[in-house]
């Protein structure tokens, strides 16, 4: 097991160059950048004060020939500072080499435009995103794994089948829909006004005593949990209904109901510890698959201030410390957690070997 451990986390760091590769080549083509960003900032700024320049009065006294620089022209060598300052004065390829030398550094440097440091804010959009994708995940395995053994129990009957439609649309259908669905009906949309259309706490919070801030943060959990939680429900609730069956039908089953052994001692003393192995193993990579693929729509839709949202904000804005940051961070967890998830397989079943496989 030693020796396949070392293997993945070799197999990582390519894995991990080539995600950054790829994504900084794109970066190159894509149109703008935080320099031309900048600069048109400064131009309608500067639009702005020709307007009200041109309308006369007090307002355009106190510009003069001391007024903002923008409206009579960038200063010379503007722009080449800028650009010294961004670092984009180097080839694209030394600045590659340079980002990924700070980054095996852990040093993400700072933001653009936040005047705070990557990890730092990072660190302070975690908690948002975390709260959600583990919620999310706990929800879709309280409701599927329950559901999941009663389908495969009752396989056939009218009870699977029309579950199995439920299933089939909340799989279907995309998380965000789904969250504007939630938002129209329960948070005064165009029908009920129960839950809160944003954030995930009141104004006032910190004045709340403790039981007051429990139900005030559950009260503002329960949507977008909801909408986060609806497409991993569905594969969960598949997954464990398939898992069964493929136990219940082993010859070891009917062995143990020909000694005649109850059928509670048969399903729960064998079918259910050997079922529930593939199903527990695989929490690792569900919370993962919430939290990094529900955060940012969700995020979005609901107004929540965690990392799927400053993800889309850095993209949108060039921020690329904070999108790149985050991108090697978000890509090097994501690996590691597929790691965890396989030795959680070989923990809860020693009959694993991934010693024997070449990958």
């Keep these: 097991m030693g020796a396949y451990i070392l293997r993945r986390l070799l197999l990582m760091i390519p894995t991990l160059i080539g995600i950054m590769v790829i994504n900084f080549t794109l970066v190159q083509f894509l149109p703008g950048g935080p320099v031309e960003r900048i600069l048109s900032q400064l131009e309608q700024e500067s639009s702005a004060s020709d307007r009200i320049s041109g309308g006369g009065g007090e307002v355009s006294g106190g510009q003069g020939e001391g007024g903002y620089q923008g409206a009579r022209g960038l200063p010379d060598g503007f722009v080449e500072d800028l650009e010294k300052q961004f670092g984009f004065d180097k080839p694209p390829l030394q600045r590659f080499f340079l980002m990924m030398g700070n980054y095996l550094r852990f040093d993400f440097g700072e933001s653009y435009f936040r005047s705070i440091s990557v990890i730092d804010l990072i660190l302070e959009k975690m908690p948002v995103s975390i709260?959600?994708?583990?919620?999310?995940?706990?929800?879709?395995?309280?409701?599927?794994?329950?559901?999941?053994?009663?389908?495969?129990?009752?396989?056939?009957?009218?009870?699977?089948?029309?579950?199995?439609?439920?299933?089939?649309?909340?799989?279907?259908?995309?998380?965000?829909?789904?969250?504007?669905?939630?938002?129209?009906?329960?948070?005064?949309?165009?029908?009920?006004?129960?839950?809160?259309?944003?954030?995930?706490?009141?104004?006032?919070?910190?004045?709340?005593?403790?039981?007051?801030?429990?139900?005030?943060?559950?009260?503002?959990?329960?949507?977008?949990?909801?909408?986060?939680?609806?497409?991993?429900?569905?594969?969960?609730?598949?997954?464990?209904?398939?898992?069964?069956?493929?136990?219940?039908?082993?010859?070891?089953?009917?062995?143990?109901?020909?000694?005649?052994?109850?059928?509670?001692?048969?399903?729960?003393?064998?079918?259910?510890?050997?079922?529930m192995l593939i199903v527990i193993a695989g929490f690792p990579g569900a919370f993962i698959g919430i939290f990094f693929g529900s955060s940012l729509l969700i995020e979005l839709v609901f107004s929540l201030d965690g990392l799927g949202r400053l993800g889309f904000e850095a993209a949108v804005d060039r921020d690329y410390p904070v999108l790149f940051g985050t991108l090697y961070l978000f890509g090097m967890i994501g690996l590691l957690v597929r790691l965890i998830s396989d030795l959680t397989y070989v923990w809860i079943d020693p009959r694993i070997d991934f010693e024997s496989r070449n990958t």
């Design 131 to 275: 709260t959600l994708g583990l919620w999310s995940t706990l929800l879709a395995y309280l409701i599927s794994i329950p559901l999941g053994i009663k389908k495969a129990v009752r396989e056939g009957s009218r009870f699977d089948t029309w579950t199995s439609s439920i299933i089939i649309f909340a799989y279907a259908i995309p998380s965000f829909l789904f969250a504007i669905l939630l938002l129209v009906l329960f948070a005064g949309g165009s029908y009920w006004q129960i839950f809160p259309l944003r954030g995930l706490t009141s104004e006032g919070f910190a004045d709340l005593s403790w039981f007051a801030k429990v139900k005030d943060y559950l009260w503002h959990i329960v949507l977008p949990v909801t909408a986060a939680s609806i497409s991993a429900f569905a594969t969960l609730t598949l997954l464990t209904k398939n898992s069964f069956l493929d136990e219940i039908n082993k010859l070891y089953v009917m062995t143990a109901r020909a000694k005649g052994l109850s059928e509670n001692k048969v399903f729960y003393g064998h079918i259910f510890r050997n079922a």
